[in-house]
């Protein structure tokens, strides 16, 4: 449904303890579809890069609180490697030479969302690396501030899953890029 409706790339839960994903979700998803896809887990372990390769996956989402900058620069270099784009955090992303900078809107501490987070810290990264606003994001005029902010991406998980139309909810969130 996200690739009928337009979607540029699809994230896939694989964390099975805290958000319920599985490998299997993003093997299935890549069978099925032919756009990028995120391996959206708590990469700890070069291991899962290798897996997320073989998986299906495009991209993998490297949390920079989780890993120290050695790791960090270690993950990066094996995914430009493999052929997959890495996704990290601002700050060490930034500094260890990320192509593509996620801000995430949700503190993984609370959980709790503060939507303006992406729009705050983008005036850090360089406007050669690509932005992405991930997570709160509800309504296309969220998306049309972001994009009216620099922002070059979003990440929308929780609004599509709980969408009972999926591609509707997409076309409706892409009604205002211009």
């Known amino acids: 449904q996200y690739q009928e409706a337009g979607a540029d790339a699809?994230?896939?839960?694989?964390?099975?303890e805290f958000f319920l994903g599985a490998d299997r979700y993003l093997e299935e998803i890549h069978g099925e579809i032919g756009l990028p896809l995120l391996r959206k887990d708590f990469t700890v372990d070069e291991y899962q890069i290798y897996e997320?390769?073989?998986?299906?996956?495009?991209?993998?989402?490297?949390?920079?609180?989780?890993?120290?900058?050695?790791?960090?620069?270690?993950?990066m270099g094996i995914c430009?490697?493999?052929?997959?784009?890495?996704?990290?955090e601002?700050?060490?992303?930034?500094e260890a030479g990320a192509d593509i900078i996620g801000i995430n809107n949700r503190n993984l501490g609370t959980f709790e969302v503060d939507f303006t987070n992406a729009l705050r810290l983008r005036r850090l990264v360089d406007r050669g690396?690509?932005?992405?606003?991930?997570?709160?994001?509800?309504?296309?005029?969220?998306?049309?501030l972001l994009a009216?902010?620099?922002?070059?991406?979003?990440?929308?998980?929780?609004?599509?899953?709980?969408?009972?139309?999926?591609?509707?909810?997409?076309?409706?969130?892409?009604?205002?890029?211009?």
Request: proline share 2%; with cysteine; hydrophobic share 45%.
């Open 148 to 178: 009216e902010n620099q922002v070059d991406a979003v990440l929308v998980g929780e609004t599509l899953m709980r969408a009972a139309d999926k591609k509707q909810a997409l076309r409706e969130l892409k009604s205002r890029i211009r």
């Open 10 to 16: 699809v994230s896939v839960l694989t964390e099975p």
């Open 52 to 75: 997320a390769k073989v998986l299906g996956a495009s991209a993998v989402l490297l949390i920079c609180s989780l890993l120290d900058m050695e790791q960090l620069k270690r993950y």
């Open 80 to 88: 430009g490697r493999l052929g997959l784009s890495s996704l990290g």
């Open 129 to 144: 690396t690509i932005f992405v606003a991930e997570s709160g994001i509800r309504t296309p005029e969220d998306i049309e």
């Open 90 to 94: 601002v700050a060490m992303a930034a």
